[in-house]
């Protein structure tokens, strides 16, 4: 690094922070003015200051590291050359000129994928061209210049070793600067395209998805708005795990929501989720035991709902009409009549629009009709005044008289309430077709899961569901009831999403169906293996006809190499991809063998010790199952650790060392990990199941793993205790 050099960049770094304080006073002046400006208009008034008042926010946050790269950029057809310094805020002047890029800006893309020398970015004007001059890192803290290097003068892995050096608390947040070049590929993928991304555990798909976000609300913040983005989750503890990220990305309103809530908050119904973690234990003793919970997350069960609806669509009309005092008004006939000519003019995408239209429909048929259905009105009052007494017969002509009055109207009174007693809850309608599923499906299938089926019927009688009956639900209710107000989403990024079924997928697109969908999963992952997916090419064939693009993340930058050799002998034992480690070397894996109860405690009692000489400020004991997470917390807890237990009750981590079970740990990561029993019995490694589960164990440390067995370590981790 030239001295001469340095001097001038520390220079250049004065200035703009000087520029930045600038604008943040003439931010603060606007902010003081508006409401003279504006006067009484409220309305105004409240939304500049909030406008300018989050401008000075991100500034505030920004303006002691301003900035982390320049591109020197000589555009084709122009003299001078530009000097960009690259932000995770873009700033300007009074002027409008230029004092930072923000890093989602289209000419930043050069710093993450171009070269010095001949080079080129993506304009909303079109491809520009030029020659890149210089294209430079900064190590800035608290507005002083540590250090900078120029990219081109040493490899991508050597420059990503400081930010992967640091502790996990602030590992997301250091992302735009060391962002890679096949993950700036998917950020910067165009809204209009649904795509899918495998990657391997540590690739950065959860900081890659929220990234993508950001991009997609900073480009198209003229068209789309921040709360038509949707980002759905595994679990509520994962969603607020990652809830402080957008905001630190200039994004606000985007909504953050698991699955379960989002199937809540559009079936609006009173209903209570059943406890996984019996299933997914069921599912680790025996994979054949939950056959019922996958077929209802896939197609052919969305298949047999499709015959379902037809047959309702058909049938929804009942055979008596509408009637009013006693009399009938409009027979079934008439009314099955509308209904049906309706399916021809136009193709309805759910049965209350259809409905609906019949209703408007046969308002108007009374009314262009009123004489003869007077008629036939009359008629029925005269057989019924020849049989009655003339007390009676006053009664039936003050009937007849109310009908008229009615009729005149259009009965619209009667006409609504006749439709609006049509569809029963969604509830009951997927317990009507619970009841009949027989008809729907094999026989022979049928026969092996009718127990269950009862079961289910039982318990969401109860208004208590599965996870596997969501998609169902909110599939009927979007062709039943239609999708409302989730028209408007416009991207939907799903992460963790190779636990979801083909029909999880399938229902969702049918609700967002204006949306296109960014979905992030690792099918080494996959530990819900009653619901989750097999393969992404039934994705990309059952819910996006194909119209979606694969993509890779192959590069681990989670861990060392020496922890991510070591978990790639589980993918490789169950032939899924291995992962490529950035080049950061570590301790090696520590595998430690323990006779007793008490003397695993005393071993992880050794290396909590350590890690805590070690400053590691997120620790985790992963255990296999909740009971013995409990177990080892209770007695570590008795030798007076500070501890925490995390379980599926829980929404929130703030560091510490904690125990929790290896399918909670998916998607989180800690600088130190301790998997507390690795054992063949314990992670039967004929298993897929189970080799998954020791998967997301082993590949959750940043640092340093400790892994402990008795008698004898999983098959394929043997010959590494051997070497």
């Not at 909504?255 to 019996?278: S, V």
């Not at 080892?632 to 501890?643: A, C, R, T």
Request: with cysteine; aromatic share 10%; net charge neutral.
């Amino acid at each position: 690094m030239d001295n001469i050099e340095f001097q001038k960049e520390k220079e250049n770094l004065k200035n703009i922070i000087e520029k930045y304080e600038d604008v943040m006073e003439y931010y603060n002046q606007r902010i003081d003015a508006i409401p003279r400006i504006y006067m009484n208009n409220e309305a105004m008034i409240k939304n500049s200051i909030e406008m300018y008042s989050e401008k000075l926010r991100l500034m505030e946050k920004s303006v002691d590291k301003p900035y982390f790269a320049r591109l020197d950029f000589a555009r084709d057809g122009e003299t001078k050359t530009e000097q960009l310094y690259i932000g995770k805020v873009g700033v300007m002047d009074e002027d409008n000129n230029n004092i930072t890029i923000d890093w989602r800006a289209p000419v930043s893309s050069m710093y993450y994928d171009s070269n010095i020398g001949r080079a080129s970015y993506k304009a909303p004007e079109g491809i520009c061209t030029g020659e890149l001059l210089i294209k430079r890192q900064y190590d800035i803290e608290n507005r002083e210049l540590k250090s900078y290097q120029d990219v081109d003068t040493v490899s991508n892995d050597e420059l990503l070793k400081p930010y992967l050096g640091a502790s996990a608390d602030n590992r997301l947040k250091n992302i735009v600067s060391t962002i890679q070049q096949e993950q700036n590929a998917i950020i910067r993928e165009p809204l209009n395209e649904n795509i899918i991304i495998q990657g391997v555990a540590g690739s950065g798909k959860t900081t890659v998805a929220l990234h993508r976000i950001a991009y997609l609300v900073y480009n198209y913040r003229d068209s789309i708005k921040p709360n038509q983005y949707l980002v759905i989750g595994p679990n509520k503890f994962f969603v607020n795990y990652i809830s402080g990220v957008l905001p630190d990305l200039d994004v606000e309103n985007v909504k953050q929501l698991t699955y379960e809530e989002l199937c809540a908050e559009f079936l609006n119904e009173n209903i209570k989720l059943i406890d996984e973690d019996k299933k997914l234990i069921q599912s680790i003793v025996n994979e054949n035991l939950l056959k019922y919970e996958k077929f209802k997350v896939s197609m052919k069960f969305k298949e047999a709902i499709d015959k379902f609806i037809k047959e309702m669509k058909e049938n929804i009309i009942p055979e008596k009409g509408i009637e009013i005092k006693g009399y009938e008004v409009i027979t079934s006939n008439v009314i099955k009549n509308i209904y049906f000519s309706i399916e021809k003019l136009s193709n309805y995408d759910n049965i209350k629009t259809k409905l609906n239209r019949t209703n408007l429909m046969l308002s108007k048929y009374i009314e262009d009709n009123y004489d003869v259905i007077m008629a036939k009105v009359k008629e029925q009052y005269q057989k019924n005044i020849n049989i009655v007494s003339k007390e009676i017969n006053k009664n039936e002509l003050e009937k007849l008289s109310f009908i008229e009055r009615e009729l005149k109207n259009g009965c619209k009174k009667y006409v609504k309430k006749y439709f609006s007693s049509l569809i029963p809850s969604i509830l009951n309608v997927y317990i009507t077709f619970l009841n009949n599923i027989k008809k729907y499906i094999s026989f022979d299938f049928f026969d092996n899961i009718k127990e269950k089926v009862q079961k289910n019927i039982s318990n969401i009688k109860n208004r208590n569901v599965e996870f596997e009956d969501l998609s169902a639900l909110i599939y009927l209710k979007s062709k039943i009831l239609g999708i409302e107000q989730y028209d408007q989403y416009r991207q939907v990024a799903i992460d963790e999403a190779q636990d979801f079924g083909d029909f999880s997928f399938y229902a969702l697109k049918y609700l967002l169906k204006n949306a296109t969908f960014s979905i992030f999963g690792d099918l080494a992952q996959s530990i819900y293996q009653y619901r989750g997916i097999e393969n992404w090419n039934s994705v990309a064939s059952n819910t996006f006809n194909d119209k979606c693009e694969m993509k890779y993340l192959l590069k681990s930058y989670r861990t060392t190499t020496e922890i991510m050799n070591s978990a790639n002998n589980i993918t490789n034992h169950i032939n899924l991809n291995t992962a490529k480690p950035v080049i950061r070397h570590g301790k090696n894996v520590n595998y430690i063998k323990y006779n007793t109860s008490d003397e695993q405690i005393n071993t992880i009692k050794d290396i909590l010790k350590q890690y805590n000489e070690k400053e590691y400020k997120t620790v985790a004991i992963i255990c296999k199952n909740e009971e013995e997470a409990t177990s080892i917390n209770n007695k570590l807890k008795n030798e007076s650790l500070v501890i925490n237990n995390i379980t599926d009750s829980d929404t929130q981590y703030n560091g510490g060392i904690c125990t929790i079970t290896s399918y909670l740990a998916k998607g989180l990561e800690f600088d130190g990990v301790v998997v507390a029993d690795a054992s063949e019995c314990e992670y039967n490694s004929s298993k897929a199941i189970d080799m998954k589960l020791l998967y997301v164990a082993m590949t959750r440390p940043l640092h340093e793993l400790n892994i402990l067995y008795n008698n004898n370590i999983v098959k394929p981790l043997q010959q590494e205790v051997q070497v």
